[in-house]
């Protein structure tokens, strides 16, 4: 089995980053995974089904200023593990993990915190997160988003065409992180 849970995230004006950590971020979130994957899929080819789990986030679904490359590296995850899915089918199950917010670290438990009562009612547990995400991979699952307030965001988030959905997103991102 593998659990891809690697990623790096970086927030803020795009033309304000180094180049070097956008680098990182793409190399992290998009080939480190894939190329995981590659190596194991090679290697079971005559053995029992691969188990992968692939984390993305809730980023993946949409165009999000601020965190441009993360929230697209995240779509790349998305669209490459549910494709690979197929590909591999009878070789390897692929699920995928989309959460919101999670707070693994004292910077995004302050990130979640600078979001106010969304970033609150949107953010999980890690532990109940990786329940749910066990028990949706072993149904072979194709895609977990933890959380009901969560799928029902992205629902309704299915009704706005995407640019104007971008230009919502940089207004209340933009905002509450003081880049506006």
């Excluded at 971020?25 to 190329?35: F, K, S, T």
């Excluded at 005559?46 to 993946?60: F, G, Q, W």
């Excluded at 949409?62 to 779509?75: D, E, G, N, V």
């Excluded at 895609?143 to 629902?155: F, Y």
Aim: with cysteine; glycine share 8%.
């Amino acid at each position: 089995a593998l659990v891809n849970v690697a990623g790096v995230e970086l927030e803020g004006p795009f033309a304000d980053k180094q180049w070097n950590g956008l680098l990182a971020l793409m190399r992290v979130n998009m080939e480190a995974g894939i190329r995981l994957m590659h190596a194991l899929a090679g290697m079971r080819a005559d053995r029992e089904e691969l188990r992968v789990i692939n984390t993305a986030s809730l980023a993946a679904f949409f165009p999000m200023p601020y965190k441009a490359l993360y929230a697209a590296s995240k779509a790349f995850i998305m669209s490459a593990s549910l494709a690979l899915r197929e590909e591999l089918r009878g070789r390897a199950t692929i699920t995928v993990l989309c959460p919101a917010g999670m707070p693994t670290t004292p910077a995004r438990v302050e990130a979640i915190d600078a979001q106010g009562a969304i970033g609150r009612i949107t953010t999980m547990n890690t532990s109940e997160v990786a329940r749910v995400t066990y028990d949706a991979a072993m149904r072979g699952k194709p895609v977990v988003i933890p959380g009901i307030i969560n799928r029902v965001i992205l629902a309704v988030s299915r009704a706005i065409p995407k640019p104007i959905l971008a230009t919502l997103i940089a207004r209340r991102w933009g905002s509450v992180r003081g880049y506006a």
